[in-house]
């Protein structure tokens, strides 16, 4: 997929897809698979994988490589796909990004390099060894949770790149995004990071959101998304204002930990987690269905 197209269709509600896992917590591919085909169905517009709550910190090089590959197959260009090729080295990051250019992503998610004392010159040396290493579009990941946080001057920086095409803000302060906005909007997209701010974010005008709880919630966000485009900005109030239960459980549990107790719940089992986040125990499952029987998600 070209840059122009990629950047014209980030856009809309990218789910980023939680790794499932077997009992022995190998890879569960063909779980994968399945909740692929459900998150198009239910209307997503794009797909994430190999994330941080995807659990790529705990993989190896040739698991990460393995997921590109069984994602793009299950994605079949139905949808665009982009694969996190996130690492602190540049070479590693480079590695992943060349294996998913192979497996057949539309484009990468990758975040600055996250070792003690990375200068801005260091993040932009990263990102432009990327640009020149593989034809293939960049979608910027500026995370709050790995030390490491860009300023919209600095991703105005790394807008100039040619093969970037879009950021994931992961600030939740509307101020940034606001000047994100107004600095990059014009040349690459700016989706919101952080779904507990979705509804402010789509309102001043970013394009989209990428989201965890939308593994197990897609068709409410795609719904949410619908009615800011269609102007029903009173029945999206509404249905974001439902789904606080959800955003206080993330918070008292973990993601991606309370995401796959949710999936289990919603019937689309995806297995334990791995170390250093703990299984759930049933106590904490008794109180996550009953919220989302709470908010409708099930009955």
């Known amino acids: 997929m070209s840059n122009a197209s990629l950047r014209s269709k980030l856009k809309g509600i990218y789910v980023l897809a939680v790794t499932p896992m077997t009992n022995g917590l190998a890879l569960d591919l063909p779980s994968l698979r399945r909740n692929i085909d459900h998150f198009i169905v239910q209307g997503a517009h794009g797909i994430i994988v190999g994330g941080t709550y995807a659990e790529y910190p705990s993989m190896t090089r040739d698991e ?27 070479d590693e990051a480079i590695e992943l990004t060349l294996a998913a250019k192979s497996a057949g992503a539309d484009g990468i998610m990758v975040t600055p390099p996250y070792v003690s004392e990375v200068r801005p010159q260091d993040v932009l040396y990263h990102f432009q060894k990327l640009n020149e290493a593989a034809n293939l579009p960049i979608f910027v990941y500026n995370s709050t949770s790995i ?83 269609n102007g029903e900005l009173e029945l999206a109030r509404k249905r974001f204002y439902r789904w606080q239960p959800i955003r206080d459980l993330a918070r008292k549990y973990g993601q991606p930990a309370m995401v796959k107790v949710a999936l289990d719940i919603v019937g689309l089992p995806s297995g334990p987690v791995r170390a250093p986040f703990r299984i759930l125990g049933e106590e904490a499952r008794a109180e996550i269905r009953h919220t989302l029987q709470q908010i409708g998600v099930v009955q």
């Open 147 to 229: 030390g490491v946080h860009l300023s919209p001057e600095e991703i105005t920086e790394l807008s100039k790149l040619e093969n970037v095409v879009g950021v994931k803000q992961g600030a939740t302060d509307l101020h940034t995004l606001v000047r994100t906005m107004a600095y990059v909007g014009d040349r690459i997209s700016v989706i919101c990071g952080s779904d507990g701010i979705i509804l402010g974010a789509l309102a001043i005008g970013l394009p989209g959101c990428t989201s965890t709880n939308a593994n197990f919630m897609a068709g409410e966000f795609v719904a949410l998304y619908n009615e800011v485009q």
């Open 64 to 90: 990460r490589k393995e997921l590109f590959a069984a994602a793009a197959e299950a994605v079949s260009g139905r949808i665009p796909l982009l694969c996190c090729t996130a690492a602190s080295g540049t």
